[in-house]
T-cell receptor, first 117, second 112 residues
């Protein structure tokens, strides 16, 4: 079965540089989420899209932005990178085919490990 | 908002049974989910409880008591591959947000 695809898997950047992370959700899933996970931390919600429209915002810094395109892939754009942005970034997707309960089962991609030097 | 509490670490031996507890506070409640995450890997959905009681899926079971704002994940016949972090998670019914809020995670170490 198709899974969530993320690219790149690893990314090394310098401070103040920009980075773009890509996510391809599972086909027909209607919601895409971005989470950030620091070392030894739990995943923190950044932003989500429902049917290509931004639906919720979490603790996403103003330096970050995201969008979902017509083909349903999503990109997380990160500017003015800081050392503290070093983390695993996960994209997840879900389908509300059984109503609200379905959103509790989210399918995570393998993540992008971002290292800011 | 929401907050969840779970133990930081649990150690058990192969073949044993372990229970990971989770207490939560939410402004609304869509149910309690459990995710497993191996080091360097992605969170993987294990189970979801919307109603009180026990849900069983193979060696893993999950329990919920909404009146106590409490749930647990029960892992039976532990195997070495079960060594991982386990997160409980909720959604905020108050905002209708689909995103998950995770607990801080319980690191399970299974020893031979």
């Amino acid at each position: 079965a198709a899974g969530v695809i993320q690219s790149p898997r690893h990314l090394i950047k310098e401070k103040r540089e920009t980075a773009t992370l890509k996510c391809y959700p599972i086909p027909r899933h209607d919601t895409v989420y971005w989470y950030q996970q620091g070392p030894g931390q739990d995943p923190q919600f950044l932003i989500s899209f429902y049917e290509k429209m931004q639906s919720d915002k979490g603790s996403i810094p103003d330096r970050f932005s995201a969008q979902q395109f017509s083909d349903y892939h999503s990109e997380l754009n990160m500017s003015s990178l800081e050392l503290g942005d070093s983390a695993l970034y996960f994209c997840a997707s879900s389908l509300g085919d059984a109503g609200q309960a379905s959103y509790n089962e989210q399918f995570f991609g393998p993540g992008t490990r971002l290292t800011v030097l | 908002g929401q907050s969840l509490e779970q133990p930081s670490e649990v150690t058990a031996v192969e073949g044993a049974i372990v229970q990971i507890n989770c207490t939560y506070q939410t402004s609304g409640f869509y149910g309690l989910s459990w995710y497993q995450q191996h080091d360097g890997g992605a969170p993987t959905f294990l189970s979801y409880n919307a109603l009180d009681g026990l849900e069983e899926t193979g060696r893993f079971s999950s329990f919920l008591s909404r009146s106590d704002s409490y749930g647990y994940l029960l892992l039976q016949e532990l195997q070495m591959k079960d060594s991982a972090s386990y997160f409980c998670a909720v959604r905020d019914r108050g905002t209708g947000r689909r995103a998950l809020t995770f607990g801080s995670g319980t690191r399970l170490q299974v020893q031979p």
